[in-house]
């Protein structure tokens, strides 16, 4: 037990928790591979054999493969020693489905074979065979287990290039949070169907305002709580708008995942659909991938903490 | 087949080729490891586990069975084999990144053990082309899919920056003591003279392919009539045939040489205990002992290459002046009978010994003896009597026989030697000139003790044919026997390639594979060799490290990884680079250079096309091919540079 707890502690100071890192020798570690000491021992029984044998070929072999082992060792160093990982804005996701994670990285040099694993249970693997210099922006999968708002753990980036022999690692703790909604699965929900407008408009967007867009889209409510000038911006829609609500008389999350599922389904047909929650929190119904990231963000925070 | 495994592949096919003419394969290798590498192209066979472990215990048990009753198996060649033949099996079930590593390393000893046990260039290069597979297939195994093109130039970059370190390692590093002594096998030698002197023995060994042993010296090399190189000297003789006798003695304290050294021997595997030597000098290596009869004693036949040394020799005893002993006049009577009452007869005329020589020469020169290698085989009774006056028909050894029987006969103390006569002095391009002694310079010789001169040499094959002392074998010989002797050699444009050849593998025997600790002292400075030896032995290393790695990111940092494509584009780019400033930050191609045909409108059209070609063959519904692309790029390189280099006003 108490070494569980030196393990994690160790664990902790050993990842970097910033929005940016910057790979150096003071948050890279480097140790020789299995396969390292395999090749350690084969260079010492092929140095033994010549000298013993009197014959300098194996000798000659053992050398190269020191050597070799040598300069792998500052090679995989330099494979992650001066690149650059920062995080990017995040989009919400469901729980058990793979999404990805997106960060920058900045290189000057060409840098090949880079593994990336994120440490909690269940999160993906990305095996990168090279990196162009520049900047790139990278998707890393990841798994969220469970609802809520969260960070997805400690990042670990390891190589072992050129030869294998050596293993350079680090372990970097994006702080970006990640809105993690409900598992989807198909179940009742409470539903009911509005009609259009009469304009047959749907609020959309609030985008700043331009004088070209004339007074008549001015949001004026917007302006006159001193939040600035906004245009109102309607999209047409075709069918009767949806209201979704968790089925009662069922355990809440497993409401939830009923409800993210049906709300997937419909905006994946294009129909306008709003949340209603119990405790009177509801998004107008509406359609889009932006309406879906706040339906996502309310349903991983939901009930909201006191 | 990725990459990596077809380098692997490549690596034990051509390890197997040069094990195979090298002649150290066993069957169940020799027939296994190509099996091997037939069957891996059949993947789906490698995945049935039953049927891989029932080829590997198919394959131990003919090497456990065969292995033992090969007559020149040694430990070191059984287990070379065994490991071989471990290294195709293991490639048969690398499916894995992991299981392809572990191959490689199987490999990798594979390749040391055949390097312990052929040491020429040729092989040495084969080896070293194997290695360097190996580090290609670790390369790509990490890398991924890359071009073989780039994946040999990393590698070629990755061992080259590499090689000073293995230089230093090899010149600098203290050598590790021979910790035990491995129990050698019946000997691999190829080549070597036989124990015995019997009639038709060096016949056959003259028609033998190969060499036999190469001599540096430190001045000018003796004249063609002097170079006698002894090896076996035979002091019994039982009317048939001549053998070594007695063991000869050795001196209680070895003698050091004195000065530099006058030879340089570099001599092939051979059976024989006994080192080939000019007979003048003390030898370097003091596991080299010289015996009371004039031989070189080594104790062991030789399973590789051995280089040794002769030093001067100081005023000790020379064994020309060992007084004979009842063993040098041993004759059993009535053996020859002829020969023993014509040597009586030459008896009664003098007793003295060099008149003796001088009457038997005579004798010789008079009666027309012919020189050939294939006299036929002599009678059981009395052969040197049927050989001297019936049918004058023989080779060297007839000869040295013969008349080492007549002096022992007259009363004269003599004994036949064994060794190499003559040599052919190439000149490389490459490295000092040396002595090349083939099989085919083996000769016999007579030594004669007379009391004024000690033991001394006399030939009388030069007598009866001077050619074959003076020029060579072949100029005394007919010409059936001539065509026979040169039969299978190459042509005389080949012969030049292959003398150079033998002068670059002289040299590297002499510098690399012979380098050994002794070597080391007398290369290395004195203050060298002190107690600082290993610090700045580490320190070079260290020097030597830092160097290449700093060549390999430098030669990384104007390496352009892109795709060929990409490459084209920007060698375009560059040609641009001088008429336009530079791209700006998320700028597309087409902005770059529709604003470089804004301030070049000569060039819109040029640049027009560019455009349009390197978008079709990435975006194309019908992609343009590369190779059109490639020469469309070149021509618009060219309208670029010729822009760029116009006369301005």
């Known amino acids: 037990m108490r070494f569980a707890e030196w393990w994690q502690g160790l664990q902790r100071r050993l990842s970097r928790r910033s929005p940016n890192l910057q790979l150096s020798h003071r948050n890279l570690y480097i140790f020789l591979s299995r396969f390292g000491v395999l090749w350690l021992i084969t260079a010492a029984a092929l140095y033994l054999l010549g000298s013993q044998a009197k014959s300098n070929t194996p000798v000659l072999l053992a050398f190269l493969m020191l050597s070799l082992l040598g300069l792998s060792l500052f090679l995989t160093h330099l494979n992650l020693q001066g690149l650059e990982l920062e995080v990017q804005s995040q989009q919400a996701c469901c729980a058990g489905e793979l999404h990805s994670y997106w960060i920058q990285v900045r290189s000057s040099t060409w840098r090949p074979a880079l593994q990336w694993r994120w440490l909690s249970p269940g999160a993906g693997t990305k095996q990168l065979h090279h990196i162009e210099p520049g900047s790139h922006r990278l998707s890393l999968p990841w798994c969220g287990q469970r609802r809520g708002v969260q960070t997805p753990g400690r990042l670990l980036l390891c190589t072992t290039a050129p030869l294998g022999l050596f293993r350079c690692w680090t372990y970097w703790e994006p702080p970006e949070q990640l809105w993690v909604a409900p598992h989807r699965r198909p179940g009742p929900v409470q539903e009911h169907t509005i009609a259009n407008a009469p304009d047959g408009d749907l609020l959309d967007t609030l985008q700043p305002w331009r004088p070209e867009q004339g007074w008549q889209r001015v949001d004026w409510k917007a302006q006159a709580r001193g939040r600035g000038w906004f245009s109102k911006n309607f999209t047409a829609t075709k069918e009767n708008a949806l209201w979704l609500a968790p089925a009662a008389h069922r355990p809440l999350e497993e409401a939830l995942e009923h409800l993210c599922d049906r709300l997937w389904r419909e905006l994946q047909r294009g129909r306008p659909t709003g949340l209603v929650l119990a405790d009177g929190t509801a998004l107008a119904p509406d359609t889009g991938n932006a309406h879906w990231q706040r339906c996502l963000k309310v349903l991983a925070e939901w009930p909201p903490c006191p | ?649």
């Open chain 2, 1 to 649: 087949m990725p990459l990596n495994l077809r380098l692997l592949k490549l690596a034990q096919a051509l390890l197997w080729g040069q094990l195979l003419i090298s002649g150290q394969l066993q069957p169940v290798a020799a027939l296994g490891i190509p099996m091997f590498l037939a069957l891996s192209l059949r993947p789906n066979w490698m995945q049935a586990r039953r049927r891989l472990l029932a080829l590997t215990l198919l394959v131990l048990a003919a090497w456990t069975v065969t292995a033992p009753l090969l007559e020149r198996s040694s430990w070191q060649l059984s287990l070379g084999n065994l490991v071989w033949l471990m290294g195709g099996l293991k490639l048969l079930e690398s499916y894995t990144p992991a299981s392809r590593r572990r191959a490689c390393l199987v490999l990798l000893i594979g390749i040391g053990l055949a390097g312990s046990l052929s040491h020429t260039l040729a092989a040495s290069l084969v080896q070293g082309a194997c290695a360097l597979c190996c580090v290609g297939s670790l390369l790509d195994l990490e890398a991924g899919p890359q071009p073989l093109k780039g994946l040999l130039r990393r590698c070629l970059v990755l061992v080259g920056v590499m090689l000073p370190v293995v230089v230093a390692a090899f010149l600098l590093l203290p050598r590790l003591p021979v910790l035990w002594s491995l129990p050698g096998g019946a000997g691999l030698g190829q080549s070597g003279l036989s124990a015995e002197l019997r009639p038709g023995d060096i016949a056959q060994l003259v028609l033998q392919k190969g060499m036999a042993a190469r001599v540096q010296f430190s001045g000018a090399p003796p004249p063609p009539q002097e170079r006698y190189w002894r090896v076996l000297v035979h002091r019994h003789f039982d009317g048939e045939v001549w053998r070594q006798g007695p063991p000869p003695a050795f001196a209680s304290t070895q003698p050091s040489p004195m000065g530099p050294m006058r030879e340089r021997w570099l001599v092939e595997p051979t059976r024989l205990r006994w080192r080939p030597w000019s007979g003048e000098g003390l030898p370097t290596d003091p596991a080299l002992k010289l015996s009371s009869t004039g031989g070189l004693w080594a104790g062991t036949s030789l399973n590789e290459t051995q280089l040794y040394g002769l030093g001067a020799s100081g005023d000790g005893i020379s064994w020309r002046s060992q007084t004979p002993t009842a063993w040098d006049l041993q004759l059993p009577q009535g053996s020859n009978p002829k020969l023993e009452a014509l040597a009586q007869r030459w008896r009664a005329q003098s007793d003295d010994p060099a008149a003796l020589v001088a009457l038997a020469q005579r004798w010789y020169v008079s009666q027309g003896f012919r020189y050939s290698l294939e006299p036929g085989q002599l009678p059981g009774t009395a052969p040197l009597d049927a050989f001297l006056f019936e049918r004058r028909l023989g080779f060297c050894e007839h000869f040295a026989a013969s008349f080492s029987a007549f002096m022992r006969a007259a009363g004269v103390p003599a004994r036949v030697v064994v060794g190499y006569q003559g040599g052919s002095w190439e000149t490389p391009l490459a490295g000092a000139p040396y002595l090349l002694l083939e099989q085919s310079n083996a000769h016999a010789w007579s030594e004669v003790w007379l009391p004024e001169r000690g033991w001394v040499t006399v030939d009388p094959t030069g007598w009866v044919v001077p050619e074959r002392v003076r020029l060579s074998l072949a100029a005394s010989l007919n010409v059936r026997e001539r065509q026979r002797l040169s039969a299978g050699a190459p042509p005389r444009w080949l012969q030049g390639i292959a003398g150079q050849w033998q002068g670059l593998d002289t040299r590297w025997q002499l510098w690399v594979m012979q380098f050994d600790s002794i070597q080391q002292r007398q290369l290395l400075p004195s203050w060298l060799m002190g107690d600082w030896q290993g610090v700045i032995a580490l320190l070079s290393l260290a020097l030597c490290l830092g160097g290449g790695l700093a060549l390999m990111l430098w030669l990384e940092r104007y390496r352009d990884n892109t795709d060929p494509a990409r490459q084209a584009l920007n060698r375009c780019l560059r040609e641009l680079k001088a008429l336009s400033p530079e791209p700006r930050p998320g700028e597309s191609l087409q902005q770059i250079l529709r604003r470089a045909g804004l301030q070049h409108p000569p060039l819109e059209a040029t640049l027009d096309e560019l455009l349009n070609l390197y978008n079709q063959y990435r975006f194309g519904s019908q992609p343009l091919p590369w190779s059109h692309l490639r020469i469309e790029l070149r021509a618009l390189r060219r309208r670029l540079r010729a822009f760029g280099r116009r006369p301005t006003a």
